[in-house]
């Protein structure tokens, strides 16, 4: 599953998109559990080593906010771990 | 240390006289109001009696400090400056930040407020024994980073404190900031009020240490902060800025572009912020910030074969204003305008407004390029900068322009007030209100007119969206929202470390007990920044606001937004006026905890 980065994630893993490999039925912890341990360098700022995100990071599932770790991912969303850096 | 002996003096200059007195605050106004945009709204609150010019002589620019300045708590050097707002004609409450704000306590002083208007062109030198009045006449046209230079040069003072006016303060361009140690009180038009006052500057020479009520205390909040403030809550900003933002908002749908007739723009990955960052082998970085704040936000970059000097704050708002509002996705012209604004001192969320509305007159055939001076059409970075010269100049089209994007749509006419975005009277900043419901009730109250900061309701938005489900629940959040906001502003902590705090009244109130002394707790910081919010709407009441001001833009109600994941929202009158209304019975019901005090 093709998880997008944006912010802090992008900038810890050095690429937009995370390849990651998760079997059915998918749930957000899977998911985020998965892209932590493939890629290491995102626990600590963006998520725990469970792949609990740490706020104000959260999981954007086009355009449809995540709001536990137990839900679904269908094949039909688009996954994006983001951090909406406020103000400016 | 008692808490009297922490600086609490009122200086008052009057322009048209050359006077100045000094007294000493009232123990009952410090009690409610001890700093930054509480205190300032309360002197401002005593000096409005009904509608007032703000460009006349009446109109007071209030200055206050947050009551952090000065002391070790970190991210918290911050000043308010409360005025009348030359756009709005409303209250405007407006923050900077540094070593201006941190001057102003050293020389003993709470709030600093300047009324009249010079003959001429004048600097204000305030140290030790008072107040000098200088002839500025020679500074004029000069920015407000130069006439700072200036005045240290003049004063032979390299540790003077200056902040200042660019030429559109000047020129009365009614979105002008006020500049002070590359920071900007930038919303609203104070700088228009300096020019109209022929006031160019003020410097603060000299001052001593700020005591503390508790300094072992404030010593160990402080060094708390500090450490939260360098570590994941705030990476966001020490790493990437606000400028990251706007991919975010792309993706999400929710980034305003070609003033507001979209919210999805297919240039963000040539025009983001982000770009720069991502190619060092392009653009230089230089970090900067505030005076005693380990964040350090502010990313500026500039070509690797550019001048260093003009080297560009990136902040989302004013990257979102010139490049997604305005469709041009040419990063060099983007911080080109940026750039431009600083140097001539005018707010970039207002001069995107302005200019995208008239790129949006000139597409529809509503304005012709030979009125405009130029072809300003979508995505024209040139015509773009050729604009923001003539705003700051006055030339031509500039000075309808000038006057911000209502006045200019009501001279315009055609039809162009539907598309002029803006709540009473202050340009919109870069959220899309169509998918943002609290966020839209929030804009539309806001006793400041489009202000995102007053509330940042679009927080609740984003990162809570399905916990408000009634209209009640939206209603008192927002409410909540804007008391929470100015709690943040009268403390003077930068927002951008409100992650660092777990539960930010009982610590945001031990914080305040360490450094002012008294015993402040959660209420109470509660009841004072609800206290603020009701000054601020009842001065707005003397000024002649009206329940029928709070409304939005035709555009956002009447077109639904098309692409992305926000497809076809809209925002609905009637849903809107009902929240509205539930917002009014929610502050009518919870009324402030006494009168507002006096001074």
Redesign the interface.
Known sequence: MKL?L???A??VVGAGVLDVPVGEPATVRTVLGAAARLAPALV??VLEADGTP???H?L?M????A?GMDEAIRDADHP?L??????? | MEASTFPRDLLEIDLTHRTWRRSRLGDGLLESAPGGTALAVRLLNERIEGPIDPFGEENPLVFAAGPFAGSPVPAATKHALATVSPLTGLVNDTLSSSHWSAALRRLGFAALIVRGRARESTALVIDADGVTFHDAISLDGLSAEETARALRRQLGDVRARVCAVGPAGERLVRFAVVENDGRQAGRGGAGAVFGAKRLKAIVLRGGGEVPVADAQATARLAQRLRERALGPKTAKYRLLGTGANMRVLDRMGLLPTRNFTAAVFEGTERVTPERARESPESFVEYRAGCANCPVQCEHRYVRRNGDRRRAAASEYESAWAFGPNCGVDDLDAVLAAIERCDRYGLDTISTGGVIAWTMECVERGVLDASRVGVDARFGNGEAMLTLIDAIASREGFGAVLARGVRAAAAEVGNGSEAFAMHCKGLEMPGYEPRGLPTYALGLAVCTRGACHNRAATYDLDLRRPTALQTVEERARACMEQEDYAAAWDTLLLCKFVRDCFDDFWSEAAELLSAVLGGAWNAARLRAMAHETWYCKRSINARLGWKPEDDVLPARLFEEPLRGGPADGMRLDREKLEQLRKAYERCRANYAPVGPVASS
């Open positions: 997008e944006f912010g802090m992008r900038h600590g700022t740490i706020p104000p959260y954007l086009d355009g449809r906010v709001v994006c983001l951090v909406l850096a406020s103000g400016g």
